[in-house]
DNA sequence: ATCTGTTCTTATCTTTTGTTATCGTTTTGG
DNA sequence: CCAAAACGATAACAAAAGATAAGAACAGAT
């Protein structure tokens, strides 16, 4: 049983492996706080409002990140497999998350907690790196998601989703939550949709 | 001659300390590559499609970081003083910078090279962490500057400007300019003003 | 298998925003 | 100091998006 525990710790260090090279005693520095946590459709795994504190690596399932205000939510992010998952703007800043992140699918994740990578951060200079580079990566995502949220109407932005690398992902997710990330209700993506398809 | 150079490095070192304790080693790793450049308003500091590799400091001034489509400009952000400055996603990257930085006045910047810093990142855990954090503040930005994108109208994002911390600072950039970091035309923001100044 | 709730489309109506053009006013450069 | 350019407000019209509601297709649960 121990096995799946193992195995999901290697995707997570292959995953890791993509930003620094860490030596072993590095990442066994990491390895003994880690479990696996199942969650349910529609289960959260963070709350608006609450703290974050912890830092997921998705072994299964689909989630979303969403905002809420008043009774409307607009999604964020998406996260698929062999992604890490958290609130990372709460875990970073200690205050109380603004967005809740919910499982759109039965999903399975490897955890840890976030203040055990603080201090690995300031305990080795593989973590302190990693702990930059993953920074930059957020960083440029977040750049280009907000170019192009200021840049390109919601069709051009429709059409960019269709071509991004997540394409056939996202057909797993309901509609409604796509409209929403890209900031505009269902019914105006219903017809974007309309005005593509034909050709 | 030399004074103010040195004094806009007591200035710069000043900020980083708001990061990180930077030791007096550390520091010196940096400061023989500053230097002091002068900018005439509307001259560039970055000019989009060229690879940036200099991180300024402000000195004095007010820039603007816009991205160019079909001949249409969209500010993403204002930089003004004792602000880091940088197309830092291009540095980071190396790839050809998607945005031109420009002066909106008169400008002074204190500059080093981003490969001077690349270098101390991984010679020195001091700006190892100082990568990080930096980082990390740049990535919190951008979190909330997307998220007021999705989730505000453009009304309640011209009224979130006025109660920021740079309210009186923005009071020096033409409107126009406002407009398109807010993602709404001139007019439309005209209007925006129209209705909420009578209260 | 049926029932219930979700999801998506479609239609209608309203509101908002964009587009274009005009007109004072201010700023800037020669 | 003056002419030209830039700036901001406003009006009129067109285009796009939001709100709402109705209905069809689908999935999940009992």
Wanted: hydrophobic fraction near 40%; charge should be negative; aromatic fraction near 12%.
């Amino acid at each position: 049983m121990n096995d799946s525990l193992h195995q999901a710790a290697r995707q997570l260090r292959q995953h890791i492996h993509q930003f620094v090279a860490l030596s072993d005693e590095e990442w066994h520095g990491l390895e003994p706080h880690l479990s696996i946590i199942h969650l349910k459709k529609n289960q959260f795994m963070v709350t608006q409002g609450v703290v974050a504190s912890q830092i997921g690596f998705v072994l299964e399932g689909i989630f979303r990140q969403f905002y809420t205000k008043e009774g409307e939510e607009r999604t964020t992010y998406f996260f698929f497999d062999q992604q890490l998952i958290a609130a990372y703007m709460s875990c970073i800043t200690a205050r109380p998350s603004p967005v809740s992140i919910e499982a759109l699918s039965d999903a399975t994740c490897l955890v840890f907690p976030y203040p055990v990578l603080k201090a690995l951060f300031s305990q080795y200079t593989g973590w302190q790196e990693f702990g930059r580079l993953f920074a930059e990566y957020v960083m440029v995502a977040l750049e280009e998601r907000m170019a192009g949220l200021l840049m390109l109407s919601p069709e051009e932005r429709y059409l960019a989703l269709l071509e991004g690398d997540q394409r056939h992902l996202l057909q797993r997710v309901p509609q409604h939550y796509i409209a929403t990330y890209l900031g505009i209700t269902p019914v105006s993506m219903s017809r974007i949709r309309n005005r593509i398809i034909p050709k």
